[in-house]
């Protein structure tokens, strides 16, 4: 039976920052020639974002697709006996189709669009990937390595499950060379967590790799790093002249950059830092190789190796976007996806059945690991409006109280005016959003749900106000105060309710907070909300204008409807050309809720009400259908259910007030005001809401959310 000690657990975490660090760091110049990065920047060792005027955490497929696709093993229960097909259904769980995720280039061109599309035409994985049915060229491209990292650190001292896994997983896209390539590096990663030489591992895990030319390609690599050491330049000229991008077909094969991440591993030594400035700088596929690299080097060289330069870990700040149709699970950190990793190890490790899978929520924020401060840091709009309008103050220090000799959580510092405000986001931030990745998010946090604050506070009291930040209907950054709480030394508990604010997206929670002397300090251990808001309405026409249809109330809407817009008259149009056209708001701490809204039918195969979903083929569902049938459905990994039906006749272009709800086991529906179906079912405890519409148009007037 696994034991996840205290070690394992700061080297998940260690691995999941590691692997995002990397990602951010070869992310600005990713797709540039090797001289273009020489010239620009000679050594890529720092975050270059600011150079070229862009965000540093964006979405991206390499973080969204490692994060999202590890999503597999809660879905199915955690299998132990994980086949490709499970993974196949998450892709098409939670992929956005032209939006999410992958590199949309085109069938035949992008390897990962081309299965998603294999695997839309009903080709199972393995076979969705295969070189039988896509090609050697298209199979062993670079992607079946860049998307294993969780699966792997969930396996810690088990190389030999790991390859299993990797190898699933994998399979779903890739073939060849590129999934040997893939299992060897997953096996590496398994292993790292007690073995820190780089030699060993690759002497130890090469026994999974059976293709001789990558046999040879990975003896070669080891040859020439030893003869180049430490000039990594020489050496990457060599592997360029050997197995550059010029000696294979395809946009971006799996074998040059397989040879860099282990020319990186082994030119950096134990510096990490140095691992990820190669890598980076290299060219080539350079987030997706430096993120490799960063995982398995913050495995096997734990946290206290990321930490130099401190800039590297302080800026990231622990921030990730998970983008998928799970849109309430976007906005994330290296904590919450570590603690998915370790749960689903635990319950891999004790051999746990479907039966036992429930989640094991754990507070929004709880700060866990040394060092970990889950995106807070002083907040970019203290003392002003816009984004990075006011200082705050300079003087304050934010950390975590595990670096000083306290218990893990966030610990803030007052000095110089003793005063100072530290945020976190809770959804997207329109001023920091990337424009080659579609980024597409729920809030995580909503009015009329609670906030629950446990802090320690030292030395003095202070005054500690938690306040949101977030859009008006006008599009400016309003900021509104939860409640004022003055709080004496020792332990504190406290509690606010998210004020009312019209439906508007909360992208930002925080805390003000003033000391009664120079030094004051607040140790916070604990922040979390849960269950569904008190009340979420958006009602009526919304638009200010009827050129913005995507005003930023409606943007925290997730859509995998063709087309999706505020509406002229009403408050949303949904319009999909195929089945299955769903948009969600909300999260997996929605449970027990009501949802009341107007349908209004144009064309349309069928259309109606989403409850509790999880991702866009996880839910159930309320359909009108046919003009002539309403039905209660539950759909699980795309295939549906019929729980109730009852013949109904409707019209077009008539307005239905629909009244929907989800109370522990049971969906109640009302039309008109009349009860007219009901159906139970234990599947989905929880998560968002929306609406769905197949083939055809549907208009919705209003959408007025209660927690029941």
């Known amino acids: 039976m696994l034991t996840l000690t205290e070690d394992i657990r700061n080297r998940v975490y260690a691995g999941v920052l590691g692997k995002i660090i990397g990602v951010y760091m070869g992310r600005p110049v990713e797709g540039w020639s090797y001289k273009a990065i020489i010239d620009r920047f000679g050594e890529v060792d720092r975050y270059v974002n600011r150079d070229l005027g862009i965000p540093l955490i964006v979405a991206d497929d390499d973080i969204s697709g490692t994060f999202g696709f590890f999503r597999t093993m809660e879905d199915h229960g955690y299998p132990e006996n994980l086949v490709s097909s499970m993974v ?57 390595q860049i998307f294993i990292d969780a699966f792997a650190m969930m396996c810690p001292n088990d190389p030999e499950r790991a390859a299993r896994y990797v190898r699933e997983v994998a399979k779903v896209s890739h073939d060849g060379m590129a ?12 292993d790292a967590f ?83 400035t190669i890598a980076s700088s290299a060219a080539w596929d350079t987030d997706c190789n430096a993120g490799n690299v960063g995982c398995l080097n913050g495995i096997r060289l734990g946290l206290d190796a990321l930490n130099k330069p401190a800039e590297l870990r302080e800026a990231v700040a622990d921030r990730i976007l998970v983008v998928s ?14 603690d998915r990793i370790l749960r689903t190890a635990e319950r891999i490790g004790r051999g746990s059945s479907a039966a036992e899978s429930a989640d094991g929520k754990s507070p929004r924020f709880s700060f866990a690991f040394p060092g970990s401060v889950q995106g807070f840091m002083p907040c970019p709009y203290a003392g002003g409006t816009g984004h990075g309008a006011g200082r705050g103050n300079p003087d304050m220090r934010v950390s975590n109280g595990n670096t000083a000799g306290l218990q893990s959580g966030l610990r803030i510092i007052l000095n110089g005016t003793n005063t100072g405000s530290v945020s976190s986001p809770t959804s997207i931030d329109f001023d920091e959003l990337a424009r080659n990745f579609s980024t597409l998010a729920s809030p995580t946090l909503y009015e009329g749900q609670t906030v629950e604050l446990e802090l320690e506070v030292f030395r003095c009291p202070v005054q500690v106000a938690p306040y949101i930040l977030y859009y008006t209907a006008d599009q400016r950054v309003e900021r509104k105060i939860l409640g004022s709480h003055r709080l004496s030394p020792g332990r504190n508990v406290i509690q606010d309710a998210a004020p009312f604010i019209g439906g508007m997206p909360i992208f930002r929670f ?26 979420f309405a958006q009602r009526g026409m919304m638009m200010q204008s009827i050129w913005e249809t995507k005003p930023y109330w409606f943007r925290g809407w997730v859509s995998s409807a063709k087309q999706f817009a505020a509406d002229f008259t009403h408050t949303l149009c949904i319009s999909h050309t195929e089945q299955n056209g769903v948009v969600t708001i909300g999260t997996r701490d929605w449970s027990d809720y009501e949802v009341e809204t107007n349908l209004i039918f144009s064309l349309h195969q069928a259309g109606g009400l989403v409850l509790r979903s999880r991702g866009h083929r996880l839910y159930y569902g309320l359909l009108f259908s046919g003009g002539d049938t309403l039905s209660i459905i539950e759909c699980v990994h795309g295939k549906e259910t019929v729980l109730q039906s009852i013949p109904f006749a409707y019209r077009q272009d008539i307005p239905y007030k629909v009244i929907a709800r989800v109370k522990e086991n049971r969906i109640s529906v009302a039309v008109d005001g009349r009860p007219v179906l009901e159906a139970s079912s234990g599947r989905y405890r929880d998560g968002a809401a929306g609406f769905r519409v197949d083939r055809g148009t549907m208009i919705v007037r209003d959408f007025i959310l209660r927690r029941c």
């Open 194 to 276: 007690s073995q820190r030489d780089i030699n060993v591992l690759i002497d130890r895990n090469i026994r999974f790799v059976s293709d001789s030319f990558l046999l040879k390609m990975i003896e070669d690599i080891r040859s020439i790093c030893s003869r180049h050491a430490p000039a990594w330049r020489a050496a990457r000229a060599e592997i360029d002249e050997r197995y550059g991008y010029h000696k294979f077909n395809g946009p971006c094969h799996i074998i040059p950059n397989h040879a860099m991440v282990l020319a990186s591993l082994l030119l950096g030594g134990d510096d990490f830092h140095r691992s990820l």
């Open 325 to 338: 149709s799970d849109g309430g699970s976007c906005v994330s950190d290296a904590v919450i996806e570590a």
């Open 179 to 190: 999934v040997e390539a893939a299992v060897f590096l997953g096996a590496m990663e398994a």
């Open 510 to 535: 925080g805390l003000d907070c003033t000391g009664e002397s120079e030094g004051a300090e607040i140790l916070v251990t604990r922040i979390d909300w849960s269950n569904t808001p008190v009340l």
């Open 88 to 144: 196949g259904d998450t892709w098409l769980d939670y992929i956005i189709e032209d939006k999410t995720i992958l590199w949309w280039g085109g069938l035949g061109r992008s390897t990962e669009h081309t299965a998603f599309l294999r695997l839309k035409e009903g080709i199972r994985a393995p076979q969705s990937g295969s070189i039988a049915l896509n090609g050697k060229t298209l199979a062993e491209q670079i992607g079946a």
